[in-house]
């Protein structure tokens, strides 16, 4: 389950953050992987999913 939530982030970043594509393959790749981890933790939180990405 969560994979498939990491991955479905993944998607809405690239829908909610369309200037994403502009950016050089290394700076698109650590933004997507940011914003990706912070949405699965928040969306995880929201559905009582426990997500290992961000936790410490």
């Not at 990491?6 to 650590?30: G, K, N």
Request: proline residues 2%.
């Amino acid at each position: 389950m969560l994979n498939f939530l990491y991955e479905a982030c993944h998607a809405a970043v690239l829908r909610c953050v369309p200037w994403i594509d502009d950016l050089d393959e290394d700076e698109h790749t650590a933004l997507d992987e940011v914003l990706a981890r912070l949405l699965e933790t928040e969306v995880a939180d929201l559905i009582g999913l426990f997500a290992h990405s961000l936790r410490v």
